[in-house]
């Protein structure tokens, strides 16, 4: 099984993929079990150590400066005439903190020059605030050879601090003369006097060199992480690889997108191989996952959540006792309270210790909404039964089943009311499900639009909805996304309804539209053996037009999944609330009845 992994600061854009939040995975493949082979770690470009020299003159500026680690800035970042300048230092004192960035550079004033009259030394703080500049060859005052004057370089290297945005708005150095030779003067005392392209020159140096040296550890860090993703074969591989490269990468939010997938890789190996021992083999990942190179006002709130799936997964449960164990006892920066409570309140509740459940899951209940994590509330709400106490939580049951009803054990909730009100409160609430969707039936009287899709042999094929005596479902969906994935067996579920309907029978169409192909991270037809969809399926192939027109033209955001409901003459009627645990094949059946004549 190839295995990418979706980066989700990364890889994000139109047609996100929405829903009730799903933190129990399930294999999406059967069962297999799960070897872990080697993956080259990608190393970043190597680089030649600064000379004794270029260390002396770096601690000009960084006395306390020990070590200058040589960084390297991606080609394509830079600028044609600036060229030849990859290179820029992180600086750290003797206890290892990074102290700030030096960047050499050697370049041409004018961009229509080839000779490299502007040698200059940028030295930034940790927060990369401009400290000073030291020339290191002289600084050419103007394009004639003029040179700039020792008793100028203060007032340059303060326009260099702090620019005027009339300065940085000239685009050139050369523009900052007019027709007639004379300065702007938008920009005169904004300038050192005869030095106007200089001035313009080294301001946007400074500007440039903070956009390069905050940037370019991000560019390797996703070259490298798309490396280590194309190679790896599956789940367990990947866990392994990036955790392996992990303590390696230097963009913050990088870090921290790659640890989740790190968790994510990690329990879909678990999931797919319950019977995996290998706790040697995995300590390189699970040190990662309790110990990870993150923003500590943040990382201890990462764990908890790595940790809180791996419980509500019932996966690794010594692991998941240390987490519990070292977050306890964090003194700084702790996890959120309620974080810690879920974890806690979910390793009791998966380990059968239901009353020592209840507390803690009481306490992350009352910070964590229903919508956004209602198994949580529905632990609540079977754990307080399981303790006599389940009188209490007979409201809480109720709108699980209500917004819910396909989420385990649900049904199982009501009995908080009263074993004997199951029956009553399961029609009750049917019937009030029913209503809520018909009220929201739309009003149109315009038919959407023609969607032009493509067949199975790539061939166009234009779909219109409206059609004598036929209803029509449009289901909108993409490879990559979850909830899409948990959508179309229950589509499947309302495909076999219509069949054995003789109400339905022959008189609805159900179309899946498989959209934002251009993320798509596994094969189609992986796909289809996954799923095994029961009704037709066409592409949205170019960019997601075909959708994005729709969504436009209905006034709706377009997000995976869509399930849309036209009547006959091709106007829209219905779209289904999305949510994990909707029943999508009783509410597809109560809005097609509603418009069958």
């Given at each position: 099984m190839k295995t990418n992994v979706v980066i989700a600061t990364i890889v994000v854009g139109l047609n996100a993929c929405t829903a009730t939040t799903q933190t129990a995975l399930a294999p999406l493949a059967a069962p297999t079990r799960e070897t872990v082979e080697a993956?080259?770690?990608?190393?970043?470009?190597?680089?030649?150590?600064?000379?004794?020299?270029?260390?002396?003159?770096?601690?000009?500026?960084?006395?306390?400066?020990?070590?200058?680690?040589?960084?390297?800035?991606?080609?394509?970042?830079?600028?044609?005439?600036?060229?030849?300048?990859?290179?820029?230092?992180?600086?750290?004192?003797?206890?290892?903190?990074?102290?700030?960035?030096?960047?050499?550079?050697?370049?041409?004033?004018?961009?229509?020059?080839?000779?490299?009259?502007?040698?200059?030394?940028?030295?930034?703080?940790?927060?990369?605030?401009?400290?000073?500049?030291?020339?290191?060859?002289?600084?050419?005052?103007?394009?004639?050879?003029?040179?700039?004057?020792?008793?100028?370089?203060?007032?340059?290297?303060?326009?260099?601090?702090?620019?005027?945005?009339?300065?940085?708005?000239?685009a050139k150095p050369a523009d900052t003369i007019d027709a007639n030779g004379a300065v702007k003067p938008e920009i005169v005392g904004a300038v050192v006097t005869g030095a106007a392209r200089l001035s313009r020159r080294i301001a946007g140096l400074a500007q440039e060199s903070r956009r390069l040296i905050t940037q370019s550890p991000g560019v390797w860090d996703k070259r490298r992480l798309q490396q280590v993703m194309a190679s790896a074969v599956n789940s367990a591989s990947l866990a392994h690889a990036l955790a392996e490269l992990l303590p390696t990468l230097d963009d913050p939010e990088i870090r921290r997108a790659v640890y989740q997938s790190i968790a994510k890789s990690y329990i879909e190996a678990l999931t797919i191989d319950p019977s995996r021992t290998r706790e040697a083999e995995d300590a390189i990942v699970e040190a990662q996952l309790i110990n990870p190179p993150l923003d500590p006002t943040k990382v201890n709130d990462e764990i908890a959540h790595?940790?809180?799936?791996?419980?509500?997964?019932?996966?690794?449960?010594?692991?998941?006792?240390?987490?519990?164990?070292?977050?306890?006892?964090?003194?700084?920066?702790?996890?959120?309270?309620?974080?810690?409570?879920?974890?806690?309140?979910?390793?009791?509740?998966?380990?059968?210790?239901?009353?020592?459940?209840?507390?803690?899951?009481?306490?992350?209940?009352?910070?964590?909404?229903?919508?956004?994590?209602?198994?949580?509330?529905?632990?609540?709400?079977?754990?307080?039964?399981?303790?006599?106490?389940?009188?209490?939580?007979?409201?809480?049951?109720?709108?699980?089943?209500?917004?819910?009803?396909?989420?385990?054990?649900?049904?199982?909730?009501?009995?908080?009311?009263?074993?004997?009100?199951?029956?009553?409160?399961?029609?009750?609430?049917?019937?009030?499900?029913?209503?809520?969707?018909?009220?929201?039936?739309?009003?149109?009287?315009?038919?959407?639009?023609?969607?032009?899709?493509?067949?199975?042999?790539?061939?166009?094929?234009?779909?219109?909805?409206?059609?004598a005596n036929m209803i029509s479902v449009w289901v909108f969906f993409s490879t990559w996304c979850p909830h899409c994935a948990s959508e179309l067996p229950r589509i499947n579920a309302f495909v076999r309804a219509t069949e054995q309907s003789p109400k339905m029978r022959g008189r609805v169409h159900v179309l899946g539209i498989r959209t934002a192909v251009e993320k798509e991270r596994i094969p189609y037809a992986t796909f289809l053996e996954r799923t095994k969809p029961t009704f037709r399926i066409l592409t949205d192939a170019t960019f997601s037009m075909a959708f994005s027109r729709f969504a436009k033209t209905q006034g709706v955001r377009p997000e995976l999944p869509t399930v849309a409901v036209l009547d006959s003459d091709g106007r829209v009627r219905y779209f289904l609330a999305p949510g994990d645990y909707r029943d999508t094949a009783r509410e597809l059946t109560w809005a097609v009845e509603s418009l069958l004549k």
């Open positions: 993956v080259a770690i990608p190393p970043l470009p190597e680089m030649e150590p600064f000379s004794a020299a270029q260390v002396a003159f770096f601690q000009k500026s960084f006395p306390e400066g020990t070590t200058f680690s040589p960084r390297s800035i991606p080609q394509e970042m830079l600028a044609s005439e600036d060229k030849g300048n990859e290179t820029y230092a992180a600086a750290r004192d003797q206890q290892g903190k990074l102290i700030g960035y030096i960047r050499d550079f050697k370049g041409p004033l004018l961009a229509t020059q080839a000779e490299p009259t502007v040698a200059v030394t940028f030295a930034f703080d940790a927060n990369l605030e401009l400290l000073t500049l030291m020339p290191t060859a002289p600084l050419p005052k103007d394009a004639e050879g003029a040179i700039l004057a020792d008793g100028d370089l203060p007032q340059l290297i303060n326009i260099a601090k702090a620019p005027t945005l009339a300065l940085l708005a000239i790595t940790c809180f799936l791996l419980a509500r997964n019932d996966l690794r449960r010594p692991l998941v006792e240390r987490c519990i164990i070292q977050l306890r006892s964090a003194s700084s920066h702790p996890a959120d309270p309620a974080r810690i409570a879920r974890l806690v309140g979910t390793a009791h509740f998966v380990a059968g210790n239901l009353a020592a459940a209840v507390s803690p899951l009481v306490q992350a209940c009352g910070a964590i909404h229903i919508d956004r994590d209602p198994e949580l509330h529905l632990q609540l709400v079977l754990a307080a039964i399981s303790t006599g106490k389940g009188t209490q939580y007979c409201g809480t049951a109720q709108e699980l089943f209500q917004a819910h009803p396909m989420l385990p054990r649900t049904s199982e909730a009501l009995s908080a009311c009263g074993p004997d009100r199951v029956l009553e409160l399961t029609e009750k609430i049917r019937t009030n499900q029913k209503k809520e969707l018909l009220d929201r039936q739309r009003e149109s009287d315009t038919p959407a639009p023609a969607l032009s899709l493509e067949d199975d042999q790539m061939q166009p094929v234009e779909v219109s909805a409206g059609e």
